[in-house]
């Protein structure tokens, strides 16, 4: 089944005090091009989603947007066990000098410790981050499986649009084939007309350059070609269309081929009818390729 190239997902978390929430986005694009706008100092997040979203994606215009906030007024407090460190070996450092030229101090309280700058600071040890990071990290696959199953859902509804859109190529090819029959006998009086005014025009005709002329007069008037190239896309598209790859590209490529097709069908047409149905096919043709455009 196709998918589209276009989807949407978000998901949010919380971890202490910081809440973070995602939004990822994917419109239709010639190729697959990532954009990623993530906080700052969050090691490994952008390396896995690269690596996700490269492996389950083949085209789209993918943007992906993290917002982190953290709640000052719930900090918790803790040691910073470096600077407390510093502080006791410097209280340690002034009492045994004091000592040593006989100037006697009050021991420090454990207050007192506290109190000296960077000891106690908000929020919680440097290795917490590294658990937050994992914790972002564990949202990719999750928000990468959403994006597609969306895609799948979107690429449901394209695969039923234009699969109809196929249907009505496949029955004004019919109807085209139809109407290329039915004006045989306007073409051959055409034809026995040209000749005629060949003949009266000439008062020697070669016989070969005759039929070379009539060869041409036909040929600009035979369609069969063009039916059957129509008839064998149809076949092609619904192949396409089957099948489970991506497949945008080469229905894009077919769309081309089709109108082709219809162009010149219209301009060998040579009957109203046959030209109204060539002008029918052409507008369902554009109507298929605006719709193929979303196709991964």
């Given at each position: 089944m196709i998918q589209s190239m276009t989807a949407f997902t978000s998901r949010t978390g919380t971890q202490d005090d910081v809440t973070w929430a995602w939004d990822m986005r994917s419109v239709n694009a010639r190729g697959f091009d990532l954009r990623l706008r993530l906080p700052d100092g969050i090691e490994g997040l952008e390396a896995a989603l690269r690596s996700a979203l490269k492996a389950?994606?083949?085209?789209?215009?993918?943007?992906?947007?993290?917002?982190?906030?953290?709640d000052e007024g719930a900090q918790a407090l803790s040691l910073d066990q470096t600077q407390l460190d510093a502080?006791?070996?410097a209280l340690d450092a002034v009492q045994n000098r004091a000592f040593e030229i006989g100037v006697t101090l009050a021991q420090p309280t454990a207050a007192d410790v506290l109190a000296h700058r960077g000891v106690m600071v908000a929020g919680k040890p440097d290795d917490d981050g590294a658990a937050l990071a994992a914790a972002m990290i564990g949202d990719v696959p999750h928000l990468v499986?959403?994006?597609?199953?969306?895609?799948?859902e979107e690429g449901a509804a394209l695969h039923d649009v234009i699969t109809a859109q196929v249907d009505q190529i496949a029955n004004l090819t019919q109807q085209a084939a139809a109407a290329a029959a039915a004006r045989l006998p306007q073409i051959k009086e055409n034809l026995t007309a040209a000749l005629?005014?060949?003949v009266d025009d000439v008062a020697e005709v070669e016989?070969?350059?005759?039929?070379?002329?009539?060869?041409?007069?036909?040929?600009?008037a035979d369609v069969t070609e063009e039916i059957d190239r129509l008839q064998t896309h149809v076949k092609a598209a619904y192949a396409l269309l089957a099948q489970d790859a991506p497949a945008g590209r080469k229905l894009d490529f077919l769309a081309q081929e089709f109108n082709r097709e219809a162009n010149t069908l219209c301009s060998k047409a040579q009957s109203p009818a046959l030209t109204a149905i060539g002008l029918d096919l052409k507008?369902?043709?554009?109507?298929?390729?605006?719709?193929?455009?979303?196709?991964?």
């Open positions: 389950a994606l083949a085209r789209g215009n993918v943007t992906v947007n993290l917002r982190v906030t953290k502080v006791l070996q499986a959403d994006l597609i199953r969306m895609r799948q005629r005014r060949v016989e070969a350059r005759v039929a070379q002329e009539l060869a041409l007069l036909a040929a600009k507008a369902v043709i554009d109507q298929m390729r605006e719709q193929i455009q979303n196709v991964e």
